[in-house]
């Protein structure tokens, strides 16, 4: 009878399976100087070989490549966005890009970003969304100057995958209020206090839920300063003296 060995097999699928991985395909493309950027499968490293062929590390940020589309790199190492994994799985249909309707994902992002109000602004995840909004704004002229009809761009749809990477794109943590009180704004300073002192009641909790609804509503609409859904939540609560009681101190 044979035996077999357990250990034996295992080796041979682990070298099997580096094997498959050191095999993937390297992403490459080219930025708009006609710099070649390589990507190794294994690391998502990004390196950049100049016209004289000499080989850096890719900077941290956003950069626009040849096709018009754009990259994002964190630590030296790329972000992957839906060409590069398509193009890893072998893929050549490409998904269909997101189409351009109602506020833009980019616009949207720059808010998250960088606050309603410029709040952050000096930040570089703030400097790096900006990056993403002039490349869409650079899409669009060239499109419009080609004579291209489509509604859909590839760049709405990056800037909609780094709104979900906020360790990059970090969201901005401070809220400056605008010219007048938001109907959340109001209802937080009734139930909360001006300076926070009932932050320790329920109702507070509450009225804080329910202006980080109103402030994503607000990073989504057309026009920020318009009355949300959950503004008009906030607007009907402020009467409502039982769960949302003043704070009164």
């Known amino acids: 009878m044979f035996r077999i060995c357990i250990s ?7 070298v099997w399976a580096a094997a498959a991985v050191a095999q993937a395909p390297a992403w490459q493309g080219r930025l708009q100087d006609g710099s070649r950027v390589e990507v190794d499968p294994m690391t998502n490293r990004a390196t950049v070989y100049g016209r004289q062929g000499r080989a850096t590390q890719l900077w941290d940020g956003v950069h626009r490549l040849e096709d ?16 590069v994994i398509e193009l890893r799985e072998g893929s050549r249909q490409h998904t269909r890009p997101l189409a351009v309707s109602g506020v833009s994902p980019c616009l949207v992002l720059v808010r998250k970003v960088c606050g309603l109000h410029d709040e952050c602004d000096g930040h570089p ?5 900006r990056q993403l909004q002039n490349i869409e704004r650079d ?8 004579g291209e009809s489509s509604p859909f761009m590839q760049t709405p749809a990056q800037c909609a995958q780094a709104a979900q990477d906020e360790a990059f794109f970090v969201p901005c943590g401070v809220r400056r ?5 938001t109907p959340c704004e109001r209802l937080v300073t009734k139930v909360c206090g001006p300076r926070n002192q009932c932050a320790a009641r329920d109702g507070c909790s509450l009225a804080s839920q329910l202006a980080d609804n109103e402030h994503r509503d607000r990073l989504a609409s057309g026009d920020p300063e318009q009355i949300t859904d959950s503004g008009r939540q906030c607007t009907d609560a402020i009467a409502d003296k039982e769960i949302f009681a003043p704070c009164g101190r």
């Open 139 to 146: 899409e669009a002229r060239d499109r419009s100057a080609s």
């Open 68 to 83: 018009g589309s754009s990259i994002t790199v964190r630590s030296g190492v790329m972000v992957p966005n839906r060409g």
């Open 177 to 181: 209020r605008g010219a007048s009180p």
């Open 125 to 129: 995840a703030c400097a790096h969304a």
């Open 8 to 14: 034996c097999i295992s080796i041979v699928v682990v």
